[in-house]
């Protein structure tokens, strides 16, 4: 995944690039590996039920434009246990068991067309109760991400962009043929000088993850401010089914 420096914040933009050629066939209750040409194929074994319109990707490197949903933000919505796998790029989020948290979801393109999905246009808002567990369902070929903390809202920085730790997805990417990636970012938290809170997203297929705790007092896999030069951090996950777990306060 690649940096971008914005006129108003440094952060990260999901950027895969992919590293083999391989996907995987999938029914919901086995896996095998395919050569790519059978990602259409693949892709027949999930619902759509719920996503809006798609629209067209533009762009390329950090100025890629994705699906961003039509009308904006229908590409990512809320599911149930049940339907989860029905859907071929899900993330279940794991709130912690004391306190309640807000999470927010958003699309790395805002509804202008600018790359501000950031700030303050999240698609997705929830309060989390303890314990809780959320699934969410994306379609095809959208980029973003989400960030959570304790309390109903989210730190910003002086620029109004949310500023706590981030989980990053780039999900079966056109532009980098069907691949996947995610990561767990403290850029913003750090370069705002604002708390970052513990995150860790693991891939349910691959077994990768990425992870912060509290602080950053330790990190797997993932970006803080000091390495946000570094390309190639997180996950990358070959054309198929993406399945992330994200346990919120994550303590290391």
């Known amino acids: 995944m690649a940096c971008t420096i914005s006129a108003r914040a440094i952060v990260r933009i999901p950027q895969h690039r992919p590293t083999a050629a391989a996907t995987y066939d999938v029914s919901l209750s086995s896996l095998q590996r395919v050569d790519s040409n059978s990602n259409d194929r693949i892709k027949r074994f999930y619902i759509k039920a719920g996503f809006g319109g798609r629209t067209q990707s533009t762009g390329s490197g950090v100025s890629y434009k994705g699906n961003i949903g039509r009308p904006y933000g229908s590409n990512i919505i809320e599911v149930s246990s049940t339907n989860a796998e029905k859907y071929q790029y899900v993330v279940q989020f794991d709130a912690p068991r004391i306190g309640k948290w807000t999470l927010v979801i958003w699309n790395k393109v805002g509804p202008d067309g600018l790359l501000d999905g950031w700030f303050g246009h999240a698609c997705k808002s929830f309060t989390l109760a303890p314990g809780k567990t959320l699934y969410i369902a994306f379609d095809e070929d959208s980029q973003g991400g989400w960030t959570a903390a304790s309390g109903l809202s989210i730190p910003t920085d002086t620029n109004g962009g949310y500023a706590a730790t981030w989980g990053e997805f780039d999900f079966g990417s056109n532009i980098n043929r069907g691949w996947s990636g995610f990561d767990v970012s403290a850029i913003a938290a750090q370069h705002a000088g604002l708390e970052v809170q513990g995150m860790k997203i693991c891939d349910r ?45 994550y303590q290391g």
Do not use: E
């Not at 797997?220 to 390495?227: I, K, V």
């Not at 054309?239 to 306060?249: A, E, M, S």
């Open 205 to 249: 297929f691959t077994g990768t993850c990425s992870s912060i705790s509290p602080k950053a007092s330790s990190f797997d896999n993932a970006y803080l401010y000091s390495n946000r030069m570094v390309d190639g951090i997180g996950g990358n996950i070959a054309p198929g089914p993406v399945k992330l777990v994200v346990t919120l306060d």
